[in-house]
């Protein structure tokens, strides 16, 4: 019974270190500098800027504008940027070395896409 038990308890600490590991892993998958094509159908929203952004343990960060947000091991991301009193959010999906996604601010929309530097 006892060589039961401390075969069941190794195990279970077996397998939870290595999903731990596993965690960690896919979470920087996304890591590194990131260019952002965003683009709009309305002139008026502008069209064709690029926004620079970090992506550290899946957090999202940019030293161009204020941004938040976080991207899941699948790669969905979800992200906030601000500039001034402009707001946007974004969603969408990283895969590799790209993505793509649509965003929506209070009166413009569009769609953006990613590419890994």
Do not use: P
Request: with cysteine; proline share 0%; aromatic share 6%.
């Amino acid at each position: 019974m006892g060589y039961i038990r401390k075969t069941f308890i190794a195990t279970s600490i077996a397998l939870l270190t290595a999903s731990s590991f596993a965690t960690a892993a896919s979470a920087t998958t996304f890591d590194g500098e990131w260019s952002v094509h965003i683009a709009s159908s309305r002139s008026e929203c502008g069209n064709g800027q690029t926004v620079s952004i970090g992506i550290n343990n899946g957090n999202v960060s940019s030293s161009m504008v204020k941004a938040s947000g976080h991207v899941a091991d699948a790669g969905n991301i979800n992200v906030t940027l601000v500039s001034g009193i402009k707001r946007a959010t974004g969603f969408g999906h990283l895969a590799g070395t790209s993505g793509s996604g649509t965003w929506r601010g209070a009166l413009c929309s569009g769609t953006w896409t990613a590419s890994r530097n």
